[in-house]
């Protein structure tokens, strides 16, 4: 759909080219040469029947003046500045609105464009902090729990794709994707020297998505990245204006690279006949697609409530405690700060996401059930180990009710959690506190991460000038 400020310029266009005044086409049309202006500069919409006049009276066709492309370079960057100086950054500075007149140079229009997108550029860093990553990533974790996790556009896509290489059982094959992204004119190419930032690279202009030679660490495999990738262009995702319009970007390719390798039929055919079975488990379920324990255990809540009937929650809890990433849809008080963010939060010492840890056979899938304030959980969990050498866990859980259909609901092994109450884990007991207050010096441990501002660029956390660099280094090749 055209835009009135496009249409507005193309009308201009015509009318230039016909060697027409305002007043030449008013008058032919029946209109006012002022009418005619506010039409030219976007600013009033011009009736069907006024616009099947001017294009008859400027010897073109209708669609000519609805072509939703800006008829030349030079109206591109009239539109663009028109665009950028309706933004709230320039409408909160107070200037006055400059429309470029015919005398104004293509250099000197060409030079607003460009200080208006470094304004523009500079706004969005100054709120791409930490603090303003949480909140956005709090406010997308809400909206998904009133979707229950679940996103049935994607999903459609997902299975749309996998119709069109052909694959209908089994765990998806690289062959597969490969096959995928030759029907979207791209090429996977495996690098060595990917920038330091970036997981993958898409070279639109070339058709290239650049991947690293092997399995990064950290459990994204080969065919997740290049899903994701591919994501982005099916998705017709632009650069993102916002670090939430980023956070739901990258949200939003994830699900679909889950959603191939662990495709929707397959997968609630699978988890469906489990149930029925009473031997649901995540470590089938990853088994079963080839996939990390921690991409099944997110896939089953993307399914669990729409297609099973059931709440869940998931949680990766680092061994000092802190939470990196949750979901619930089942009651379970995850913990937040005043902000409603649950990422770096601290979980209750008595959750199997902890108790896990003080396992020596930390091979298998640990059990437990949890009496907690808004009810009783069951949980199984399993431990991974970071890049950085460092342990996680990953528990997937479900109310009392549900546990019946879940291999491990025999355990004995059974917690009680008053969290939040600061009395369950979070103070010291009165006798601990007399004994020790003011008698030994600790020196923290920090996250680096949590004091760090997000690294400006394009894209949130990748180095523009590192990413070029590499794009133009392998574009020569």
Request: charged letters at 25%; hydrophobic letters at 35%; proline letters at 5%.
């Amino acid at each position: 759909m055209t835009d009135l400020a496009t249409l507005g310029q193309r009308i201009r266009h015509y009318r230039g080219s016909a060697n027409l005044t305002l007043e030449q086409l008013g008058a032919t049309v029946g209109i006012a040469g002022s009418q005619l202006s506010l039409m030219e500069n976007g600013r009033r919409e011009p009736r069907l029947s006024v616009l099947q006049s001017i294009a008859a009276a400027l010897k073109v066709e209708v669609s000519d003046l609805l072509d939703p492309a800006p008829p030349s370079p030079r109206a591109a960057m009239e539109i663009e500045l028109e665009r950028l100086q309706r933004s709230a950054v320039y409408a909160g500075l107070g200037l006055p609105v400059i429309r470029p007149s015919r005398t104004m140079s293509d250099e000197t229009l060409e030079a607003m464009v460009g200080l208006h997108h470094e304004l523009a550029r500079r706004a969005r860093e100054a709120i791409a902090t930490p603090e303003e990553a949480r909140r956005a990533n709090t406010e997308l974790r809400q909206y998904m729990r009133t979707q229950n996790n679940y996103l049935p556009a994607i999903e459609e896509l997902a299975q749309e794709q996998l119709r069109a290489v052909g694959h209908a059982t089994g765990a998806l094959t690289h062959r597969s994707v490969n096959l995928m992204a030759k029907r979207l004119g791209f090429e996977l190419i495996y690098v060595s020297d990917l920038p330091h930032s970036t997981r993958s690279v898409t070279d639109l202009e070339n058709g290239r998505i650049y991947l690293p030679p092997a399995s990064i660490p950290g459990g994204h495999g080969l065919r997740s990245m290049a899903l994701q990738a591919l994501a982005h262009r099916l998705l017709e995702h632009h650069e993102p204006e916002s670090y939430a319009e980023f956070l739901r970007q990258r949200l939003e390719i994830n699900y679909f690279a889950a959603a191939c390798l662990m495709p929707l039929k397959q997968s609630v055919d699978f988890l469906g006949k489990a149930k029925s079975d009473k031997n649901l488990a995540v470590e089938d379920f990853r088994d079963a697609f080839g996939v990390t324990h921690e991409a099944a255990a997110l896939r089953f809540t993307n399914l669990a409530t729409t297609h099973l009937g059931m709440t869940v929650h998931f949680l990766r809890v680092g061994e000092d405690g802190a939470l990196y990433k949750g979901y619930e849809n089942d009651g379970l008080n995850l913990p937040t700060d005043v902000t409603g963010s649950t990422e770096g939060q601290i979980v209750c010492r008595h959750w199997a996401a902890r108790r896990a840890f003080e396992r020596t056979n930390r091979t298998t899938e640990f059990y437990q059930y949890t009496d907690a304030p808004t009810g009783t959980y069951w949980c199984s969990t399993q431990i991974g180990t970071a890049a950085s050498s460092e342990e996680f866990s990953i528990t997937f859980g479900v109310p009392f009710a549900d546990a019946k259909w879940f291999r491990g609901r025999e355990t004995t092994f059974r917690q009680q959690s008053k969290c939040p109450d600061p009395s369950c884990c979070r103070r010291p007991s009165q006798e601990l506190s007399q004994r020790w207050s003011h008698k030994a010096w600790a020196s923290a441990r920090m996250h680096a991460h949590v004091l760090s501002p997000l690294p400006s660029g394009t894209f949130p956390g990748v180095d523009d000038t590192e990413l070029y660099d590499f794009l133009e280094a392998h574009s020569e090749s």
